[in-house]
């Protein structure tokens, strides 16, 4: 089984409906994160929670908010759904007290989300 | 500023023969790390490498290696032996601070080169 889920793989809503991905983790790490991929823009962090009473801003979180319901899950809304919002959406973990410098993030499959 | 510069949109090569992909940076802070990432048509991201600001010897992966310039804030990746597997988007990124507990963690992406492997 993987190690982070999210749900939907793929979404397609309209304008102006609310709409909310989910992310889950079996990997025990207390970081997570949510980033969006345009094409041509690369991979952009929306929001990041470093344990469940912690969730932070990043460099694109006007339109969007988030849920840390547990260590394992974290989720994204969109409170009224744009079509700029249409972008494929990853989720990712990471875990400091791994002990290697390297302490990659790990990426969920992504949910590709059509805003109408 | 950006962060992470990717100035190949997309790259040809073929199949066994090595390809490097070019990645420039822009920080102040001393302690940083520096990632790549493989992203398939299927559209999962795949962690490929990791190079640290204070290691002293350049990378490596199996097939992959990473050229790491500091002065230059350069952190190229190179892929041997291409294998037509080896299509996909490749996205380097950095991370600012020494990855411990109470760092930031934030990965900050370019924008991506799209490699193609010609048989």
């Known amino acids: 089984d993987a190690d982070v889920t999210q749900t939907p793989r793929n979404r397609i809503t309209k304008t102006g409906k609310r709409i909310m991905l989910e992310c889950s983790q079996t990997?025990?790490?207390?970081?997570m994160y949510w980033y969006r991929q345009d094409p041509g823009l690369g991979l952009r962090l929306i929001y990041y929670?470093?344990?469940?009473?912690?969730?932070n801003k990043g460099e694109i979180s006007d339109g969007y908010s988030v849920s840390r319901q547990a260590q394992a899950k974290f989720s994204l809304s969109l409170e009224s759904a744009i079509p700029n919002q249409t972008a494929l959406y990853f989720c990712a973990t990471s875990d400091p007290l791994a002990g290697a410098a390297e302490n990659e993030q790990f990426f969920g499959p992504g949910t590709r989300l059509t805003v109408l | 500023a950006q962060k992470i510069t990717q100035t190949q949109p997309g790259m040809f090569v073929q199949e066994k023969e090595a390809v490097t992909l070019d990645c420039t940076y822009d920080t102040s802070d001393p302690s940083y790390g520096l990632f790549w990432y493989k992203q398939p048509s299927s559209g999962e991201m795949i962690f490929l490498i990791y190079q640290g600001s204070y290691d002293q010897q350049n990378a490596t992966e199996g097939r992959y290696s990473l050229n790491f310039q500091k002065a230059r804030k350069s952190a190229n990746l190179v892929i041997s032996a291409s294998q037509l597997g080896d299509s996909a988007m490749y996205f380097c990124a950095m991370r600012e601070g020494d990855g411990t507990q109470g760092g930031s963690e934030k990965l900050v992406f370019g924008k991506g080169t799209k490699l193609t492997v010609n048989p």
């Open positions: 929670s470093f344990d469940v009473k912690d969730i």
């Open positions: 990997k025990g790490h207390d970081r």
